[in-house]
């Protein structure tokens, strides 16, 4: 249930009490009017929930069923359209560079993986400055599909659900975001789920490359030639099991494995904070 009497006049965004998987997972859009009546619907699970100051109680409404759609995968390789939406992508500068120095993150080389698009349409109908990363996949580096964030100058996300796109029909599995390329990587590697947690463990151990979700990380593979392997581990369920399975694999490959922990979600939250 929603305690209603917490919450002001508007609009506000909070975690689903039917499908959250955690307090930084905010599906369920919740407004309130002046009346204060109030309406709750998540985004994923279809939760619905209203309340009325004349019925003394609240009324929930179970979520209708819903029938998982299936995603056909059709590209195995980066699509025509992923590589010329690519090939327009500019180095980070402008509100690109400005977002990740307001988020205190590294800015990674011009002949990394991660660009910029100053003005890309959303499915929403939006359009706005876009941090474009290039997934290759972690063995042969072939292209694979691209990661698309909405972003604002102030370090903030676009307010548009949701921010982070992948390309629909593209394969992600095996895939990284190259932060720093091939030539930059000798001995060490640091990895992480997020670009810009990625870029935060950056300021201490460089290069580093996104894995771009949980399990991704857990499933990277012992590269040759990579002695040590640092892994900046968020801070939840997911997180913590896919850097302890990553870790083990590596370990038991003989390599040298370093695990970040903080009392933060992830590492870019500590250099929030701290600034």
């Known amino acids: 249930m ?3 009497d917490d919450f002001e006049v508007g609009n506000h965004r909070l975690r689903c009490p039917a499908c959250g998987r955690g307090d ?33 109680t609240r009324r929930q409404m179970p979520a209708a069923p819903r029938i998982k759609a299936v995603v056909t995968q059709k590209h195995e390789t980066l699509s025509d359209y ?16 400005a977002y990740l120095k307001a988020r205190r993150c590294v800015i990674p080389p011009v002949d990394g993986d991660l660009r910029f698009h100053s003005a890309l349409k959303h499915p929403t109908g939006y359009t706005g400055p876009v941090l474009v990363g290039l997934i290759t996949d972690a063995v042969t580096r072939e292209p694979m599909s ?19 796109l992948l390309l629909g029909g593209h394969r992600k599995q095996g895939g990284v ?9 000798t001995t060490g590697l640091g990895i992480a789920e997020g670009i810009e947690t990625a870029l935060s463990l950056a300021w201490a151990y460089a290069p580093a490359w996104s894995c771009i979700d949980a399990g991704n990380l857990a499933a990277f593979p012992v590269l040759p030639g990579i ?17 302890q399975e990553c870790a083990a694999r590596w370990a038991d490959a003989e390599r040298e494995v370093y695990v970040t922990r903080q009392a ?12």
């Open 24 to 56: 930084r997972d905010k599906t369920l859009g919740l407004t309130i009017e002046a009346d204060g009546k109030g309406v709750a619907h998540c985004f994923r699970c279809s939760f619905t929930e209203s309340y009325r100051p004349d019925w003394g």
């Open 264 to 275: 933060q979600n992830d590492l870019n939250d500590i250099l929030k904070e701290a600034a």
């Open 2 to 4: 929603i305690q209603w």
């Open 146 to 164: 691209l990661h698309r964030t909405w972003i604002q100058a102030d370090g903030r996300k676009a307010d548009v659900e949701p921010p982070r």
């Open 227 to 243: 002695e040590v392997l640092t892994i900046g581990a968020d801070n939840d369920a997911a997180g913590t099991a896919a850097a």
């Open 82 to 97: 992923g590589r010329d939406l690519w090939s327009a992508c500019k180095p980070l500068s402008g509100v690109a560079a």
């Open 177 to 185: 975001i190259r932060l720093w390329p091939d030539e930059a990587v």
